[in-house]
């Protein structure tokens, strides 16, 4: 039975940061794509940031770029992202989700499984 488990969400003031961590178990880590994603109250889920099996190749939406780094410990099983210099406008549920295809890191659609996801608040 594949699980990824979120952890690292809070409530932080603007500017600060947070580090959210992915656990996955259940499947041979190594052999997929890692994506995060976000979807705030009243919107669609949206692409954050996503890091290929070896980690040689990462992905950024332009909202996050620079403030956002995206890494991942294979023999932990493990995806991060730090976020850095939050915004009010960042607030969301942040899940992460595995893609065992190697196009469409983008799409929501080609991602095999997903973590119930981590509250991230940010006050202004």
């Known amino acids: 039975q594949v699980q990824l488990v979120e952890s690292g969400g809070g409530l932080v003031q603007a500017g600060g940061s947070l580090r959210l961590s992915c656990l996955a178990s259940?499947?041979?880590?190594?052999?997929?794509?890692m994506g995060w994603f976000r979807q705030a109250p009243g919107k669609e889920r949206e692409f954050v940031a996503a890091i290929s099996r070896s980690g040689g190749s990462i992905w950024y939406a332009d909202s996050v770029k620079g403030r956002f780094t995206i890494s991942r410990d294979n023999a932990k099983n493990t995806v991060y992202l730090q976020m850095n210099s939050l915004k009010a406008e960042d607030t969301a549920v942040y899940h992460c989700?595995?893609?065992?295809?190697?196009?469409?890191?983008?799409?929501?659609?080609?991602?095999?499984?997903w973590g119930q996801g981590t509250q991230v608040t940010v006050s202004s």
């Open positions: 259940g499947l041979t880590f190594s052999n997929y794509a």
């Open positions: 989700a595995a893609n065992l295809s190697p196009v469409g890191i983008f799409d929501i659609k080609k991602y095999d499984y």
